[in-house]
């Protein structure tokens, strides 16, 4: 099992470009969730998934956008870059655990390092 | 509201020396799951330990351990002997029945010197 692999792992964008980041995970996983992790701020929710087709916003998502058209693959977007989005981006997912829906043990991808110029 | 404070930003220890890292927690719901996360200087978030909060038994692993204790809303980790490997930053996380994300602790940051 790979676990959940983030592409790319590097990437430089001038301001306004777009790119998308991608998240895959062979665990079957209900639950899917892209953070940023700046210096100090420890780790913030942007987007998140509880299943094939569904997003929710988490702490941070202006500036971003999110698809999670299979359920193994979580995508985000930023259609136009700025500076404020440097950054390192980690996605995760989980089992849903109990009746009422909560998550089980995040497991994170290795990340991908995010700088604009 | 849930909530989880890491008090210690920062701790620096000799190696060889034992040090606890403190997580006090906040939640509303009887049937909840506490996390330690450890993040080393390369980056990645390595799970050290899931525990549901019926069961206060405390955990040893090696040189980890986890004292959990519902009275204090508290779910400290200590590491005995500590090497300089153990430098990280360590997260403290809370899953809530309900809720699909969990809320983090800002992370002690763990400096073991030589």
């Known amino acids: 099992n790979a676990g959940v692999t983030q592409t790319p792992k590097f990437r430089v964008l001038k301001t306004g470009q777009s790119m998308t980041l991608l998240c895959a995970q062979d665990?079957?996983?209900?639950?899917m969730y892209w953070y940023r992790q700046d210096p100090g701020m420890g780790l913030r929710l942007i987007h998140y998934?509880?299943?094939?087709?569904?997003?929710a916003k988490g702490e941070v998502p202006d500036g971003y956008n999110v698809s999670r058209l299979k359920k193994q693959n979580f995508l985000l977007g930023l259609e136009s870059a700025a500076p404020s989005q440097t950054s390192v981006y980690f996605c995760a997912s989980s089992y849903m655990i109990g009746a009422g829906g909560g998550t089980d043990t995040q497991y994170f991808g290795p990340g991908t390092r995010l700088t604009v110029l | 509201a849930q909530k989880v404070t890491q008090a210690q930003t920062e701790i620096s220890v000799v190696e060889k020396e034992d040090v606890t890292l403190d997580c006090v927690y906040e939640?509303?719901?009887?049937?909840?799951?506490l996390f330690w996360y450890k993040q080393p200087p390369s980056g990645e978030l390595v799970f050290l330990i899931r525990r549901n909060s019926f069961d206060e038994q405390n955990e040893i692993s090696g040189r980890y351990s986890w004292n959990f204790q519902k009275s204090t809303s508290s779910f400290n980790f200590t590491i005995t002997a500590s090497q300089v490997v153990d430098s990280a930053v360590y997260f403290c996380a809370l899953s809530e029945t309900g809720y699909s994300t969990l809320t983090f602790g800002k992370g002690t940051m763990l400096l073991v010197s030589p």
């Open positions: 665990m079957n996983h209900e639950y």
């Open positions: 998934s509880v299943g094939e087709g569904t997003t």
């Open positions: 939640t509303r719901d009887t049937t909840y799951y």
